[in-house]
Nanobody
């Protein structure tokens, strides 16, 4: 099982980015919850958003109304559309799923700075 995150970069406050996570090595992804976490410098990893098998979505309070999670099971890809980015969104973003154990992508760095 592999998760490959991409799409990070440097963006100014108020800007947008879309993260992608390609997952492979497993079938029936559509039956499992997949999620985005992030870890800011000097802080613990935190959950950002997740989407369940029946497309219910959940967000941490700090990103509600700004971030949108979605999944395309036909393409085995998870997305995170991030709008109105703030400096406090700066972090390494990881995709994650649990298939009997935790699987993590390698992380993609998002830097929000002017």
């Amino acid at each position: 099982v592999q998760l490959q995150a991409s799409g990070g970069g440097l963006v100014q406050p108020g800007g947008s980015l879309r993260l992608s996570c390609a997952f492979s090595g497993f079938t029936s992804w559509e039956f499992y919850t997949i999620a985005w976490f992030r870890q800011a410098p000097g802080k613990e990893r935190e959950g950002v958003s997740c989407v369940t098998s029946d497309n219910n979505t959940y967000y941490t309070d700090s990103v509600k109304g700004r971030f949108t999670i979605s999944r395309d099971d036909a393409k085995n890809t998870l997305y995170l559309q991030m709008n109105n980015l703030k400096p406090e969104d700066t972090a390494v973003y990881y995709c994650h799923t649990f298939l009997g154990k935790d699987y993590w992508g390698q992380g993609t760095l998002v830097t929000v700075s002017s």
